[in-house]
């Protein structure tokens, strides 16, 4: 299957890009052996995101978890003195 450049240019090492309909997601996968059959199958353990011409979109939440790493102990002592003077 070929995939436009822009698509390709998010392809690393241990990652698949899948497409569905008109989009294209990126996965982290492994390799993992098969006793059965004896052969390597592939595992996929991560969701990366949505590859677009701008670049990727991580998963919303990554995004979201993201943005609570900037709340501080501190931030959210003052916030809860000013609303309880209030």
Excluded: A
């Amino acid at each position: 299957m070929t995939y436009p450049d822009w698509v390709l240019k998010q392809k690393r090492k241990r990652t698949l890009i899948m497409q569905r309909r008109d989009n294209y997601y990126l996965y982290r996968v492994r390799s993992v052996l098969d006793k059965e059959r004896k052969k390597t199958r592939l595992k996929t353990e991560e969701f990366l995101g949505k590859i677009t011409p701008e670049g990727i979109v991580e998963p919303r939440v990554k995004r979201v978890m993201k943005s609570y790493d900037q709340i501080t102990v501190k931030e959210y002592g003052s916030s809860f003195l000013m609303q309880h003077i209030s």
